[in-house]
């Protein structure tokens, strides 16, 4: 798993991104649907745009072959996932007694930023032996 952890890293990665296109949440009251970039009412924004600009720096942390990189990249993949979280708390909580329907796209938004998040607490480093 150690070896193909900056791959499968990227590739959830990129699940991040993707998902986040997808309508996440729907509010019956309001009647709107609510994704990570797309929203049909500007008081939502664009929830994932910043996972986005994480996940980037994650895919250049997992690829490149520098040392530093590799042990900064848990903390940029644990801000990834705390935003994720917290995107995930505030859209499909429960408000003034109106709870939104959620889509499976926000349940796989969660689980693959999570999937980045341990991919870079195994990364494939080769380091020099002293002999």
């Not at 996440?24 to 986005?52: C, H, Q, R, T």
Request: with cysteine; proline share 6%; aromatic share 18%.
């Amino acid at each position: 798993m150690m070896r193909y952890s900056h791959y499968i890293g990227v590739l959830a990665g990129c699940v991040v991104i993707a998902s986040a296109f997808f309508s996440w949440v729907y509010i019956p009251a309001l009647d709107v649907k609510v994704s990570g970039i797309y929203g049909e009412l500007p008081k939502f924004g664009k929830p994932a745009l910043m996972n986005i600009y994480v996940t980037v720096i994650n895919f250049l942390f997992f690829l490149l072959p520098y040392v530093w990189m590799k042990r900064f990249n848990p903390f940029v993949g644990a801000v990834n996932f705390a935003w994720a979280l917290r995107n995930f708390l505030l859209l499909s909580i429960c408000r003034e007694n109106i709870c939104p329907e959620k889509y499976p796209a926000i349940y796989v938004y969660i689980i693959a930023s999570f999937i980045v998040l341990l991919m870079t607490l195994f990364p494939s480093m080769k380091l020099k032996q002293n002999q």
